[in-house]
């Protein structure tokens, strides 16, 4: 039997085994997306206005105090140092 027959027969009979997993994985993983309440965005446009908003909420929310110390309170809510 020739190399690439060999070959053949090795991929032949280990694909649908490696299709079964790979299909396993993705279901969990998708199962372990969701539960983390999805997919943020699907595009970098949606990303960019979701940081952009919740940017803003957080500026209204601590409109009271000066300039820098509003920026270090929302970097660290951001960061979960709140």
């Known amino acids: 039997m020739a190399r690439w027959q060999i070959l053949m027969h090795h991929i032949r009979a280990t694909l649908p085994d490696i ?6 994985q993705q279901k969990k993983f998708n199962t372990e997306l ?5 997919m943020v965005a699907d595009n970098p446009v949606r990303i960019t ?4 908003l919740m940017y803003n909420l957080l500026i209204f929310r601590y409109a009271g105090l000066s ?10 809510r951001i960061h979960g140092r709140d």
């Open 19 to 24: 299709k079964v997993r790979i299909t396993e």
């Open 34 to 38: 969701q539960s983390l309440g999805g």
């Open 49 to 52: 206005t979701s940081l952009a």
């Open 67 to 76: 300039g820098s110390l509003c920026h270090n309170r929302i970097f660290f």
